[in-house]
């Protein structure tokens, strides 16, 4: 088949599409809403677990886990920070730190900070554990982790501040969104306003890109289910669909108001739009 005629069917087939779409707005709205509402319940309900013990063969990042690795083979690890304001670690502090994490439930392994392994700064003022359970890391709650980090108390005790790391940080402080997405929102709303001299124009671009940024974030999230999905991934999906989408969204609606305004009707200016022809 010549790209011509596949180019051909394809036009037809997203002429199709846009004519049905337009004909049964209200139903495709409706079927969208129920979609995302669909998905964000699931994720709810069976969670959205994330594993950043991913393996990047050749790269240093790859060589620091390796040589931070121990031979029990943890099925998940995070990092117990320790930060002395007024010098360096004391070696009493450490040992006996090491050895009340030890005690920790779930945790099976306790690697202390050593500037050899580059775990221990050149100042000796902050320094971290590397600790391993036996729990995967989609099974890692927030209150392990913080079991974890309550057994630093001889640390604590000492007057060194102790702040997790690694998979810790993620289930006690989360890693969702910390609010500039949704500055971004309202900035590209007011632009958008500016632009386009409407309230209707400015949120429709914004409104479309948000429901298909939500539904894939939690196709995302469910994925985190079958196989190890990092948590980066719900972040650049974030980032890039917002982008995407609400440029797309506004070059396909200024396409739709020049198509209206030259006389075609709405479901022949849709299709136009779609299409990206004249």
């Not at 910390?178 to 914004?206: H, K, Q, R, S, W």
């Amino acid at each position: 088949m010549s790209a011509g005629a596949q180019d051909g069917r394809a036009s037809q087939a997203v002429a199709a599409v846009s004519r049905a779409c337009a004909r049964h707005r209200f139903a495709v709205i409706g079927a969208w809403v129920l979609l995302v509402l669909a998905l964000v319940t699931a994720a709810r309900v069976i969670g959205t677990p994330t594993d950043n013990d991913v393996s990047l063969p050749g790269t240093d990042a790859q060589l620091v886990r390796d040589l931070t690795a121990s031979s029990a083979n943890p099925l998940t690890s995070g990092t117990v920070i320790l930060v002395d304001p007024d010098g360096r670690l004391d070696d009493g502090v450490l040992a006996a730190t090491a050895a009340s994490l030890q005690g920790a439930e779930h945790v099976t392994t306790v690697k202390p900070p050593s500037a050899k392994e580059g775990s221990l700064s050149a100042d000796g003022r902050t320094g971290w554990f590397m600790v391993g359970m036996d729990v995967r890391r989609a099974e890692l709650e927030k209150a392990m982790a913080q079991t974890v980090l309550d057994a630093a108390r001889p640390a604590t005790d000492a007057g060194v501040k102790v702040l997790p790391g690694g998979g810790f940080a993620q289930v006690i402080d989360g890693s969702g969104s910390t609010g500039n997405e949704y500055f971004g929102l309202l900035l590209a709303t007011l632009v958008l306003f500016l632009a386009l001299g409407g309230l209707l124009g400015a949120v429709l671009p914004l409104l479309s890109a948000a429901l298909s940024v939500l539904a894939t974030l939690q196709i995302v999230g469910l994925a985190g289910n079958l196989t190890s999905m990092p948590a980066q991934a719900s972040t650049l999906a974030l980032m890039i669909g917002l982008g995407v989408g609400i440029d797309y969204s506004l070059f396909l609606l200024n396409r739709f108001r020049t198509l209206t305004r030259s006389g075609l009707t709405v479901p022949q200016a849709v299709e136009r739009a779609w299409q990206c022809r004249r």
